[in-house]
Every structure is written in structure tokens, then in C-alpha cells.
């Protein structure tokens, strides 16, 4: 098995692309603190902090499908 923590962002799209689905997991966690700081930034405006969160971690798994 692949050390997740080791691998490019490119070789882990295509871990996960290859039905390996860990590879979100790990891609996600590279990714959280910028999601959230993201997220932190619009909470002002009256929007839910998990909504936000949920909406960040969608777009990274729309990066990941399509990426090419």
C-alpha cells in the first residue's frame, strides 16, 4: 500500500481516479486549513460556517474529477 502522506497531489487524483478512494481523504486533509480559512473569511456575511466548509470540500472534489 501507498504511503498517502508521501505522494504528489497529481499521483493522488490519480490513486483516487484508480477507485482508490483514500486518496480523497488524504487530498482533503492537505487542503482543510485553506478550506476553513476560506470559509472563515464569508462567515461575516451570514452564511453557516459548515455550509461553507461543506461547499469548500466540494469544489476540491470537483478539482479532483476534473483534473486532466
Known sequence: MHDLKKLT???????????????????YLRYKDNINA????YKMYGVDFDDLVQEGAWGLFNAI????
Not at 474529477?65 to 486532466?68: A, V
Request: hydrophobic fraction near 35%; avoid cysteine.
Open 65 to 68: 474529477m476534473k483534473y486532466d
Open 38 to 41: 476560506t470559509a472563515h473569511k
Open 9 to 27: 497531489d497529481e499521483q493522488l487524483v490519480e490513486l483516487y481516479n484508480g477507485k482508490m478512494f483514500k486518496a480523497f481523504d488524504q487530498l
